[in-house]
Every structure is written in structure tokens, then in C-alpha cells.
């Protein structure tokens, strides 16, 4: 027998975005998808379990409806179509296409009159139809044939409303009773008014001894009171109400049964869908095929999803292993203007890595992998130097290697991994991740290749459970497949940066992209390979004299607590100072019971008890020494003696470099503990350490965005901002600012970019909150345009959905639409912070791609060594000191001019050592 299924689309659209408001699933370019995802995940229910025969999905227009001409006002009080949800109105329909489902809409006609229409039609015929919809008003159709199918809520099943279930639901005995109920208690989800003061249950009540709406405005006599005059007051409304709220049965749809059929899906189609969107488990779910493996950690889930491979995608790659065809790829590669490279080594060192092969890749499914031999050194040089784009994937390693092997290469360069970073920088941006997400293609992975089918896995694996290059000897794998693997990768890089070009031409971050980002790159790779020396006597003086101080302050904890205990032990801390010391009298307390005796609990304790003092120096000594002082001889590079860290781009979604292997960014600056590790850092023998500092240059990018002349003026006049501020603030002269006064104007200036508010102001400076609130409204009251500013920052970013820096580089901010007021919050602390600290990392890259420029260009020995936050560090040989600062500095101030002629100032110093420098 036919089933027929009308799904009511806008209604389950809206309830699977609104569902996962708080938690929205996002696909890896920042996507809403929750909509899709509900929506896919409810057809799939249907039809898996109820075995449809025919079925169509039915939409609203933007066109209005006979219902808006009766009355203006219907669904008037609706807030307008959230983006994200508009946005993803159009891919459920592509969704309903690739499973050849009619999608059902005509201009004038709500999605609830088509269903009504088409059920009634059905009705008429006997054909079971099934109206699946959340939406109660469509409660009115239900008949011997026409049930209501609601989606579960929560993992729970469907619930069918029928005839039988008529009373129990709502009340009444007949369908269209449903429509005088409307019409009486009104419908606030549609401004449907009804009378007013008469609710559900008073309906209810009516129609079961009226009958109807008509049979009430008949008997108005029977009534009493104010119920009486409310009902004869409001009989016009009470009809348009019933007439509103009455579904059309007869709309000019001509879609047939025939339409309706339910027939074969598009496969292919749907694949592409799912795996655009990154709907893993619902792929799982749908073709029952377990391929990828990435975990992209989204709320959907991370169930595998069917993808394309080597094996089932026609391809040609070439090894280039005879003298012919080495010449034949190499005169191919001399006519590029552009062409993708990938470089095959024995591990990850860049100063020790053996260099086995390169692959290339110019055109889609087509490869190249070259065995690596010294004698093709020349011929490589004169290509990695020509003028053409050079693409890779994650290129800096790659830049790395080859330049240890005396190969560098010469720009511009074209990363993917960089591209999607700028593009979606909250995603992941592994290659395999991106191929799979972008390309739906699972490349093969290194430990498959690495395992003879013939031979025990031990013998490419230094343990059979490892699987990182740093443990298979990649000189074990049979040439052939290596160069299968190496020219995949080189042709999965290629087809990436086409998609990925496209995306940034189409976006404002192709400039990003073409001016900062790309050639940016080379610069880190030399900067990382020169590296800096480290004195090992000074870091030994360091650890004995923190040592010293650690034992010290261990000696005095005891005593202030009165007798000694574990101070690594948080349990043991937490006894000491809420137990006995009673420091609080309610402590706060971890979700296991334990008092809490974190840093800002500690810090939130600062001046109540000398412990807590002693406790704060304490661990961060500890801290200092084991992270630093005793681990930083480990990074010294054996060849060279020096230390490199390894620098990355965009980990931060501001664009703020980043450093591990050590991470020297987190070096502490304020202490006096954290300030001597920085002693250890030397210059080369006969040169100095350079060192070249943005001057409060997060302020001087906040003056100018947010055009406040009276800090402007401060900065053109080179006035200290901390005490310009604090005088205004306190309404004193400079002269008379405190120092007390100038480190809180100090601590607003630099809290109110990462939105400070009075409670932390008053942790800070361990003030009254009252007092600190006073301070911030003082400081909103003499800088009235930064709060406007803030203010016009999160409402143009709630509008487009992101904010971008003065260089035009853009971070998107879904979370300022949530409900939840502490994720807003946050987000909304990001959006102001952003264009503020974005600018100033765009700055500092554009003045050290100049300077790396300058330095090439005179051929120096002098040398950009780090990047530290706002600082730049160089090896300066003091023969060039007189002719190269001041353009270092020319180049820093002017690297990117802010808006409105604020300055900006360059602090420098020369030493034996980083801190004698700084």
C-alpha cells in the first residue's frame, strides 16, 4: 500500500538549528551545519524505518501569503532568519535533489498549505500520509488516512498523533475543532491574537459545550462576566484568528502522485554532500563503508566516511629513475610557472635528515617522484631558483631540509596548510584532514606503505607499534612504492591549493595570503636555521641560584604554615590553608571535594596571608627551572650548538607567531626570575645581541582604530600613556600621578583590550571591586571613543559574523549569536582583543619580511635571529650597527602605518646577553 511522507522543511530546518544553538556542529571551514545535519538525520529515520513510497518536502517562500494581507501583523513579531540557518536553507534542497525528493514551494502558499493540499488529495484516494512536522496546527488534517509523525526530542522515538490520539493531546473530538481552538486561544509562534484571556484549557472548555467558535459567538448569552464581555469584544478577531489559522487545502500545486515516488538516490551525489559537510557518521550510517580515520573532533561525531583512494582513482605517477626520464621531468618542470613539490627524508631533524626523493605534481591525478642523488644538485638549484610559484604543504620543513642541503629555494611560495590555517583558522589542517574534507580522497598513509606484505612488519619498525616517520626506516620501503606515496601526496597538494586559491581569491584573505603569510614563510625557515646561542655556565649559575630561592621559600612556607607538609600537593596546600590556617571562610572547592588551590585562587588571596606570596614565588621557581633552566640544554642542535626553535604562523587565530621545541614566547618578562633565564641567551663570539621592541604598540593600534584623539595626542606628544592616562582618569597633573595610580591606569590600558572587568581589575590590583568598577567607568568617561569602539566592534562583527585587522586579515565570531551569556561573553572579548592584537602581528611580520629583505640584500653578517611577541632579536655585528639600525627601526615604525598619523616607537638595546639587550 502507498505511504506517502510530506515533510513540513522549514519547520524541521528551524528546530535542528535552534536544537544545537548552544553546541553547533561546524564542518572544518566554520560552517553551521546543525540545520542540514537534523534535517538529513530525520529523513534517514523515515527512511530506514518507515518504508515511504512516495515523498516530497515542502518550503515557505519570502513571497507573503493571502494570511498577510488579511492581517499585517501575522508572524510579524519574528526575529529575522538567523545567516547561518538562512545559509544552509539552500543545501537542504541540494540534499532533497541528490535524493530525488521533489522539494515542494509556491510563492504565496505557506509549506503547511502545500501539505495540507497534497494530504487532503491523498485522503480522498485512501492513501496513507504521514505530515512530519513539529508543528501542532496540523493537527486540523489529521483523518482516517492522515496522521502527524513528530520527530523525537533528545534520542527519543517519533511519536504518530492520529484520530485515537485527538483528545488526549489536545482536548477535542474532531480535527477542525483544532482550527476553533486557535482561533479562540490564539497562536503567539504565528501572532495568531485569538481572544485575549482565554488560554488552552478555557478553549477547551468552550468547545465542548459550544461545539465551535461559531456556536460560542451565538451563545455569548450563556457567558458571564468579564469572559462574556471579552468574547463579544473580540468576535471579529476571534473569526480572522480561526481564519488565519486554517491550513488552505486547496493550493494550485500540480506535483502528481507520480512526482512524489520515491525512486533511487544519486550516490555519488550524496557522498558529496556528506563529505563536503564532513557528516561522518551519517555516511557511516547511510553506505555502512569504514574508510577515513581522521577525527576532526566536531560534534557530529567521527565516525568514518566513504571516500576515494589510490586504488579506486585513475592516476599516473612516474618515477624518474634512468637518466631519460630524470631529463624529461626536469625540462617539463623548466616551462612552469607554478608547480606543487614534496620532499621524502629519514626523519624529522632539518639539520640531519637524509634527503631520498622529491615528488612533483603540476597537474591533477599526474605525479613525478625523483630519487634524490648529489649529482642532480646543480640542475635543482637552477630549478628551486627560477622565478615560479613553488606549492607544498606544511613547505617550511621542506624549505628547511633542502637548505641544509645547500638548496634553497626561491619564491613565491603557495602553502596549503597556511591557506586553509588563514582561511578556517579554528580548524585542523593536516594534509590527510584536508583531502578528505576538500577532495573526498583518503591518501595512503606511511605506515601502510612501510609494511611488506611478504616480510614481518619489525623489519621497517623499530616496534611494531610505532608508526611516526621518526620510527620506520624509510630507506626499508621498496623504492616503487615510496614513489607511489611521495607523488600521491605531491598530487593531493596540488589539487588542495587549487581549491584553496579559489577560496582566498574569493575572499578579502587573498591579500593576506599574497602580502604577509607567504612570504613570511622563507623568512622563519632562515631565522630557524640560524638559531641562538646559549651560554650553558650561565643557565647553570641560573638553576643554582633559583634552587637556592626555591629552598629558601620552602623553608619559609613551613614555617608560615606551621609545620611541614607536601607544597607539590594540592590536597595537602588546600588542608593547610582552609583547614587551619581558615584563610576563607567558604573556600571554593574542586568538583571532587577538593579546596581549590589553583593560581587564581591563589591570586585572589594575594596580601591576606605572607604564605600566599611565598606559595606564588614558589611554584613559579619551580616552574621556571624545570621547563626552562634544566630542559633548554636539551634543544641544542649537536651540529651547530645553537638553539632553533620551531616558529608557526598561524596557530593563533590572531596571527600572532608561536614557538615550541622550546617555546621562548613564554619566557615570564615581569619577574625577576623569569627576566634572568634570558642571561643564558648570547651572541655569536665578536657580535652583540640586538634587540628591537614595538613601544606599547597594542595601545597606539587601539588609539587609532578607535580615532580617541586625547590618547592620540598623548602618543604624537611621546608622553608616558600610563601616567597621560592616569591623570585623566584620577583628574590630577602628570606630575602628581602616583605610582600607585600609574600601575592601575597601566593595568586598565592593557586590560581593557583583553575586556578586563571590575572583578579582575580588582584581583590585579587587589582593590575593592567597587573601587575598581569606579576606575574602569573613570576611564570610559575621559576615553569615550574606546568604548565606542568596543561597542561598534561587537555589533558589526554580530552582523557579519566576523572582524578583521587594518591588513584585512578576518576571524570569524559564530559564538556572539549564542544564547549561552558566558560563550557570548567570551566571544565578545575575542572580537574587541582581535583587530587589536591582529594588527599589531600583521605589523611586526610585514617589518621582518622588509628586514630579512634588507639584510639579503647587503649581504650582512648580521643576522634576524627571533621573534618574541613584540620584539625582535638580532645578531649584530657591530661593524654594521651604524648603518643597519636605524633603518631596522625606519622599517618598524613604517612596516604598517596606523590610521589617524599615529606613531609608532621602536625601542632598542645592544648586549653580551638577551637581558642586558632588552
Not at 214 to 232: R, S, Y
Not at 754 to 774: K, N, T, V
Not at 864 to 892: C, G, W, Y
Amino acid at each position: 500500500m502507498p505511504r506517502l511522507f510530506l515533510l513540513d522543511g522549514m519547520a524541521l530546518v528551524y528546530r535542528a538549528h535552534f536544537a544545537l544553538m548552544r553546541n553547533p556542529i561546524r564542518n572544518s571551514k566554520g560552517v553551521n551545519t546543525s540545520a542540514l545535519y537534523g534535517f538529513t538525520n530525520t529523513l534517514l529515520t523515515i527512511l530506514d524505518k518507515e518504508q515511504p513510497t512516495h515523498l516530497g518536502v515542502a518550503f515557505d517562500t519570502s513571497a507573503p501569503t493571502p494570511r498577510h494581507e488579511k492581517y499585517p501583523q501575522y508572524k510579524a513579531q519574528r526575529e529575522d532568519m538567523p545567516e547561518e540557518l538562512a545559509a544552509a536553507i539552500p543545501g537542504v534542497k541540494k540534499l532533497c535533489e541528490a535524493f530525488h525528493i521533489p522539494v515542494l514551494e509556491i510563492d504565496g502558499y505557506e509549506a503547511d498549505d502545500l501539505i495540507g493540499t497534497l494530504a487532503t488529495r491523498a485522503a480522498k484516494e485512501g492513501i496513507d500520509t504521514y505530515m512530519v512536522t513539529p508543528d501542532k496546527d496540523f493537527a486540523q488534517l489529521i483523518g482516517p488516512h492522515t496522521y502527524m509523525w513528530k520527530p523525537g526530542k533528545q534520542g527519543s522515538d517519533r511519536e504518530i498523533i492520529g484520530l485515537d490520539d485527538l483528545h488526549t493531546v489536545w482536548g477535542v473530538q474532531d480535527p477542525h475543532q483544532i482550527i476553533d481552538l486557535l482561533g479562540m486561544m490564539g497562536d503567539s509562534a504565528d501572532n495568531i491574537p485569538g481572544i485575549p484571556g482565554i488560554g488552552p484549557k478555557t478553549a477547551q472548555k468552550l468547545i465542548e459545550r459550544f461545539g465551535s467558535l461559531e456556536g460560542l459567538l451565538a451563545n455569548t448569552d450563556q457567558l458571564k462576566g468579564k469572559q462574556k464581555e471579552k468574547v463579544v469584544e473580540n468576535a471579529e478577531l476571534a473569526r480572522l484568528s480561526k481564519d488565519l489559522a486554517t491550513i488552505i487545502v486547496d493550493a494550485p500545486i500540480n506535483t502528481g502522485w507520480d512526482d512524489l515516488k520515491l525512486s533511487e538516490r544519486d550516490d555519488e551525489a550524496v557522498r558529496a554532500i556528506f563529505n563536503e559537510n564532513e557528516f561522518r557518521s551519517l555516511s557511516k550510517r547511510l553506505f555502512g563503508e569504514s574508510v577515513s580515520t581522521v577525527d576532526d573532533g566536531k560534534a557530529e561525531g567521527d565516525s568514518p566516511v566513504a571516500l576515494k583512494t589510490i586504488e579506486t582513482t585513475p592516476h599516473t605517477y612516474q618515477l624518474a629513475d634512468t637518466p631519460e626520464k630524470q631529463e624529461a621531468l626536469f625540462s617539463a618542470l623548466e616551462g612552469l610557472g607554478s608547480f606543487c613539490f614534496d620532499i621524502e627524508t629519514t626523519s624529522l631533524n632539518r639539520f640531519n635528515a637524509k634527503l631520498l626523493g622529491i615528488a612533483f605534481s603540476w597537474k591533477e591525478h599526474e605525479g613525478w617522484f625523483l630519487p634524490y642523488d648529489p649529482s642532480q644538485h646543480a640542475r635543482l638549484l637552477e630549478i628551486f631558483s627560477r622565478d615560479c610559484e613553488k606549492v607544498g604543504h606544511n613547505l617550511k620543513y621542506d624549505l628547511s631540509v633542502l637548505l641544509s642541503h645547500e638548496l634553497p629555494v626561491r619564491g613565491p611560495f603557495f602553502d596549503t596548510m597556511l591557506a586553509h590555517a588563514l582561511l578556517h583558522p579554528d580548524s585542523k589542517h593536516s594534509m590527510d584532514y584536508l583531502s578528505e574534507t576538500l577532495l573526498g580522497y583518503r591518501p595512503v598513509a606511511l605506515v601502510d606503505i612501510a609494511k611488506e606484505p611478504e616480510t614481518d612488519a619489525d623489519d621497517l619498525f623499530s616496534h611494531a607499534a610505532k608508526k611516526d616517520k621518526k620510527e620506520i626506516d624509510m630507506e626499508a620501503i621498496p623504492l616503487a612504492r615510496l614513489a607511489e606515496y611521495a607523488a600521491e601526496d605531491a598530487d593531493v597538494t596540488w589539487q588542495l591549493s587549487q581549491q584553496l586559491r579559489k577560496e582566498l581569491d574569493d575572499s578579502s584573505l587573498g591579500k593576506v595570503h599574497k602580502t604577509i603569510e607567504s612570504p613570511l614563510l622563507p623568512v622563519l625557515v632562515r631565522m630557524e636555521m640560524e638559531g641562538i646561542r646559549l651560554d650553558p655556565d650561565a643557565l647553570i649559575q641560573i638553576s643554582g641560584r633559583l634552587q637556592s630561592r626555591i629552598d629558601e621559600l620552602g623553608r619559609s612556607i613551613t614555617e608560615l604554615a606551621g609545620r611541614a607538609f607536601n607544597l607539590k600537593s594540592p590536597k595537602q596546600l588546600g588542608q593547610i590553608l582552609f583547614d587551619e590556617l581558615k584563610l576563607v571562610e567558604k573556600p571554593k572547592k574542586t568538583k571532587t571535594g577538593q579546596f581549590k588551590t589553583d593560581e587564581q585562587t591563589l591570586q585572589s588571596l594575594a596580601g591576606v596571608h605572607p604564605i600566599i606570596e611565598a606559595i606564588l614565588e614558589y611554584r613559579e621557581a619551580t616552574k621556571l627551572k624545570s621547563t626552562y633552566v634544566d630542559t633548554l640544554p636539551d634543544h641544542l642542535e649537536p651540529s651547530t650548538g645553537r638553539i632553533h626553535t620551531h616558529f608557526h604562523q598561524l596557530v593563533a587565530a590572531t596571527g600572532r607567531l608561536a614557538s615550541t621545541d622550546p617555546n621562548l614566547q613564554n619566557i615570564p618578562v615581569r619577574s625577576v626570575n623569569g627576566r634572568e633565564i634570558r642571561r643564558a641567551f648570547v651572541p655569536r663570539k665578536g657580535f652583540k645581541l640586538l634587540s628591537c621592541d614595538y613601544s606599547q604598540v597594542e595601545l597606539r593600534v587601539m588609539a587609532a582604530l578607535a580615532e580617541d584623539e586625547s590618547m592620540i595626542e598623548a602618543f604624537r606628544e611621546d608622553r608616558d600613556i600610563h601616567t597621560a592616562t592616569a591623570a585623566k582618569v584620577w583628574g590630577v597633573d602628570d606630575d602628581d600621578v602616583t605610582s600607585e595610580q600609574r600601575r592601575g591606569s597601566k593595568m586598565v590600558n592593557f586590560g581593557i583590550i583583553y575586556g578586563i572587568s571590575a572583578f579582575g581589575l580588582s584581583q590585579r590590583l587587589r582593590i575593592g571591586r567597587a573601587e575598581a568598577a569606579e576606575i574602569i567607568d573613570n576611564y570610559f568617561k575621559q576615553y569615550p571613543s574606546i568604548q565606542r569602539f568596543m561597542e561598534r566592534t561587537i555589533e558589526t562583527a554580530r552582523e557579519t559574523g566576523y572582524v578583521e585587522t587594518l591588513a584585512g586579515r578576518r576571524r570569524s565570531f559564530p559564538d556572539l549569536q549564542s544564547s549561552n551569556a558566558t560563550i557570548r561573553g567570551n566571544a565578545e572579548r575575542a572580537a574587541i582583543n582581535t583587530p587589536i592584537q591582529g594588527t599589531s602581528a600583521d605589523m611586526i611580520k610585514l617589518a621582518m619580511i622588509q628586514i630579512d629583505e634588507l639584510l639579503r640584500a647587503r649581504n650582512t653578517d648580521t643576522k634576524l635571529l627571533l621573534q618574541i611577541h613584540d620584539e625582535l632579536i638580532f645578531d649584530l655585528h657591530p661593524d654594521e650597527s651604524d648603518a643597519l639600525l636605524p633603518e631596522i627601526i625606519r622599517i618598524m615604525e613604517t612596516a604598517l602605518p596606523l590610521p589617524g598619523g599615529v606613531p609608532l616607537k621602536v625601542d632598542h638595546g645592544t648586549g653580551n646577553n638577551w637581558l642586558e639587550a632588552h
